[in-house]
């Protein structure tokens, strides 16, 4: 976790925020170059979460490793949570996985995870402070066999409490200059997983956030984004 004091009650997470993969699975079989690809994990959002923390004081937790190895937005069990392709790429180290096999990729990335987020949500409800959840990702600009995606960030919400995410789409709608997205270029449906477990029930104010990668691939844009998302961010909290 980044910044695990901070007093802001927006808590920053990032199921795909880095791409390593454990030693003992060597590279999945795969190139550096398709491991440095959005299949391996979501693009920009280390860096953009790191500079959020920063710039709002606020706790960012990530998962450092590959969405290859366990996908942190996939229940247990899915079927994608362990892709054996993925935007048409073969992933050989995913290919003829036992029951141990993917029993020990869950305990070991998926479930921890998982408990560091409802730890910290315990702890600030035992000391008073409030949480909007927020959920980053990024998404590319085009997959291999669609069509170009023109938005330059989208809101996903559905279940439980979608009133933040509601007033976050407004205020980032407030730029002209920016193509926003109400659940596109996804939809928030039953196949995402860390949002509806952790906020939906207990009704938690959320959003999950895709940003386009192209404009948060380097320090520059990251800089310019978690500017413009800090600003929404807080002018959506006081509606």
Not at 32 to 59: Q, Y
Not at 108 to 124: F, K, S, V
Not at 147 to 167: C, Q
Not at 174 to 181: I, P
């Amino acid at each position: 976790m980044l910044n695990p004091d901070g007093a802001s009650p927006f808590l920053f997470i990032g199921d795909h925020a880095g791409n390593v993969i454990p030693s003992r699975l060597g590279s999945l079989g795969l190139p550096d170059h398709e491991l440095r690809r959005h299949i391996g994990w979501d693009i920009g959002v280390g860096g953009l979460g790191a500079m959020l923390a920063e710039a709002m004081k606020a706790p960012f937790i990530r998962q450092t490793y590959s969405r290859l190895v366990i996908d942190c937005n996939r229940r247990e069990g899915a079927p994608d949570s362990i892709a054996a392709v993925s935007d048409g790429t073969v992933v050989p180290g995913n290919a003829h996985l036992s029951a141990d096999d993917r029993a020990a990729r869950l305990a070991e990335l998926h479930d921890p995870y998982h408990w560091a987020i409802e730890t910290e949500l315990q702890r600030r409800a035992a000391a008073g402070v409030p949480t909007v959840l927020i959920a980053l990702h990024s998404f590319t600009p085009r997959l291999a066999s669609g069509a170009p995606r023109p938005w330059h960030v989208g809101v996903l919400h559905d279940g439980g409490d979608p009133s933040f995410a509601t007033a976050l789409l407004v205020e980032l709608a407030r730029d002209a200059a920016l193509v926003v997205g109400d659940n596109e270029p996804y939809r928030m449906d039953l196949i995402d997983y860390t949002i509806p477990r952790h906020a939906y029930s207990a009704m938690l104010p959320y959003a999950e956030l895709e940003i386009r990668q192209d404009l948060i691939a380097d320090e520059a844009g990251q800089r310019r984004w978690a500017a413009i998302l800090a600003d929404a961010l807080t002018a959506a909290l006081k509606v």
